[in-house]
């Protein structure tokens, strides 16, 4: 999918997976729940050989010396199939990880409610947002309906309430599934912290003791600032999201063979 130009949301349906290098992809067998999900909603029929392609293309990178094997989470693939069948990959490596960053708002792009919260073939507008937030010297842009935080570019925003409850924007709000969120809330909840899905308003964000963006790119990073305007002082989730995905990505069932998967 070029940047230059506005696709039909129909048109394709993508993921983007952390990759050791070799043959094995982390999580990967809930990013192909999800990309099967959204496929159905988009109306788009996977290739019955799509692990055995992305195996291919794979030992193509090998075949190239174009990879480097390891299991730490610096390299990411973006595996994106379109309405026809053609599956398309780029492979980049992250602007920064576990970093305190700034980030900006930015009116969130809509579509229909089925289209809204899949990864979808019209990205372009997760784009444009990444690059006003660059230019404004930010790190992420959030994006904003109707007064409150739906998803954010590259990351799914997590706001730590001050009563001790973590929100995330519900699935009705728009936001796309996280598959970084799905590997944390166990552990989240283990530590004593709730996760509960809602409502992003502005009331909620301003008393936030913590606003968390996690994402398989950029792990978990603490946002120092909105707009500009300080956000909560707190460290303590940040910290504990970046433990729990530490451990989650030494850990050898994490890391899934697309050989394996066929």
Not at 49 to 71: C, P, T, V, Y
Not at 110 to 119: A, E, Y
Not at 197 to 210: D, S
Not at 237 to 252: G, I, K, M, V
Request: glycine share 8%; proline share 4%.
């Amino acid at each position: 999918m070029g940047d230059e130009k506005t696709e039909n949301p129909r048109d394709a349906v993508f993921t983007t997976a952390l990759w050791d290098g070799g043959f094995a992809l982390a999580d990967w067998e809930l990013h192909l729940q999800r990309l099967g999900e959204h496929a159905k909603l988009l109306r788009i029929e996977l290739p019955n050989d799509l692990s055995m392609r992305i195996a291919n293309f794979f030992q193509e990178m090998a075949e190239k010396g174009l990879h480097n094997h390891s299991n730490k989470p610096s390299v990411l693939v973006r595996i994106e199939c379109s309405h026809s069948g053609e599956l398309s990959f780029e492979i980049r490596q992250p602007e920064f990880r576990n970093e305190e960053i700034d980030a900006i708002t930015m009116p969130a792009p809509r579509w229909t409610m089925k289209i809204n919260g899949t990864k979808h073939g019209d990205w372009k507008p997760y784009l444009d947002a990444h690059a006003v937030a660059k230019k404004r010297g930010a790190d992420l842009a959030f994006h904003v309906h109707d007064f409150a935080i739906v998803d954010a570019d590259r990351a799914a925003p997590i706001v730590l309430d001050e009563d001790g409850v973590a929100w995330v924007a519900a699935p009705s709000e728009g936001g796309v599934t996280s598959i970084t969120l799905q590997t944390l809330i166990s552990g989240l909840e283990a530590a004593g912290i709730p996760v509960q899905f809602g409502r992003l308003n502005e009331r909620l964000v301003a008393r936030a003791a913590e606003v968390v963006a996690i994402g398989s790119g950029i792990g978990a990073c603490r946002i120092l600032s909105l707009d500009g305007e300080a956000l909560g002082e707190g460290k303590a989730l940040t910290a504990l999201c970046q433990s729990l995905l530490e451990s989650h990505y030494q850990e050898r069932a994490t890391w899934v063979d697309v050989r394996s998967s066929q």
